[in-house]
């Protein structure tokens, strides 16, 4: 046990402490926060947003569907139908990929990811999910 001569020692020790754990803590906040700002980066960001892009044109393609029976041979029939222009992938490449298939009875709605490893994200209405080549 440390003995103190006086109560101002015992005051200082405290003191530096104090400040060493706050030091410690701040760090450790600092590093967690970093941590969280990488995992929430443009990237993640951007998948997102272009998935919740993607998810605007499904709806539409689906009003198409119920309207005239078949989805549309192109995402620009679909954009002139709605007169919607919708927005590019935010991520990887940057126009999205349609195909009708099956006489246009269902479809794939397909943006790349990441263009240098080729991992492609998409849709398909005969599955109704989103799924990554890479999973």
Not at 32 to 38: A, E, I, M, T, Y
Not at 63 to 75: A, E, K, N, V, W
Not at 89 to 116: A, H, M
Request: proline share 2%; with cysteine; net charge neutral.
């Amino acid at each position: 046990m440390i003995k103190y001569r006086t109560p101002k020692q015992l005051i200082i020790c405290i003191v530096i402490i104090f400040v060493v754990v706050v030091t410690v803590t701040v760090f450790l906040i600092q590093s967690n926060f970093q941590s969280l700002k990488d995992r929430t980066s443009d990237h993640s960001i951007g998948y997102m947003e272009t998935i919740s892009e993607g998810d605007k044109i499904i709806l539409d393609l689906g009003r198409f569907r119920s309207t005239y029976g078949s989805f549309p041979s192109t995402l620009s029939e679909l954009s002139d139908w709605t007169g919607t222009k919708y927005d590019n992938p935010r991520v990887g490449n940057i126009s999205w990929d349609y195909e009708s298939k099956g006489d246009r009875r269902c479809f794939i709605l397909i943006f790349q990811l990441n263009s240098t490893t080729g991992t492609l994200c998409g849709y398909d209405s005969s599955m109704k999910y989103w799924g990554r080549s890479d999973q």
